[in-house]
Structure formats: C-alpha cells, structure tokens
C-alpha cells in the first residue's frame, strides 16, 4: 500500500517557476514507477511526466517536454516536479501517481481512464495567471 501527499501548489505568474513534491508512506515506493498527471475542471486528464523507480527512465508530454524536470529520492520517498517558465495553459490541479510498470504504461496512455494496480494523491492546484 502506498499514500501519496501533493505539495507545492499555489499561484504564480506566467514566466515563474515551480516546484511540485509529492511525498509517499509504504514501503514499495522504491520500485514503482511514479508520474504526474494534471488536470483543468470539465477536460481529461493529461499525463506530464513519469520515472522509473530507477531514474534511468524519463518521460515527458510534448507540452512541457523542456520546461518542467521529473524528479525522485528514494531514500525520502519524495517524488518532484520542477516546473520552469510557467505558462497560463499549465493551469491545473497536479496529482502525483504511482504503480509499477505495466501500470505505467497503460495509465500514461490513457491518463483519463484509472488503470488498476495504481496509487493517486488528492492533488495540488496550480494556477498560472498571464
């Protein structure tokens, strides 16, 4: 069983930068692949970014692919979203998501859809005004 806890959240304007972090109880933390999704009230949920339990592996949506860095410490069983020049389309609430690697791969493809087998956090708003 893992929990995970958003933090980070807030407003900001168009340009900033931001930090997400997430942090997780359980002990199978450490082998999980670990991703944030994103999103805007009345839209599907996006996928932004995922890791491997590892860090050897780092994927990125193509919308914030050079701007936001995905990043974790096993040791504090912290997960991380640095989000650099913030654009207002970046307007969302952020949850931090876990599971192992088949999970990943089936919920980054279909973020909309809760894949079994995952872990989800309530979510941090972020709210980027122009």
């Known amino acids: 069983q893992v929990q995970l806890v958003e933090s980070g959240g807030g407003l900001v304007q168009a340009g900033a930068s931001k930090r997400l972090s997430c942090a997780a109880s359980?002990?199978?933390?450490?082998?999980?692949?670990m991703a944030w999704f994103r999103r805007v009230p009345g839209k599907e949920r996006e996928f932004v970014s995922s890791?491997?339990?590892?860090?050897?592996?780092?994927t990125y949506a193509d919308s914030v692919k050079g701007r936001f860095t995905i990043s974790r410490d096993n040791a504090k069983k912290m997960v991380y979203l640095q989000m650099n020049n913030l654009k207002p389309e970046d307007t969302a609430i952020y949850y931090c998501?876990?599971?192992?690697?088949?999970?990943?791969?089936?919920?980054?493809?279909?973020?909309?859809?809760?894949?079994?087998?995952?872990?989800w956090g309530r979510g941090t708003q972020v709210t980027v005004s122009s």
């Open positions: 998501a876990g599971g192992d690697d088949d999970w990943a791969t089936v919920q980054s493809r279909d973020p909309d859809f809760v894949v079994a087998g995952g872990y």
């Open positions: 359980g002990s199978a933390f450490s082998i999980y692949t």
């Open positions: 890791i491997s339990w590892s860090g050897g592996s780092i």
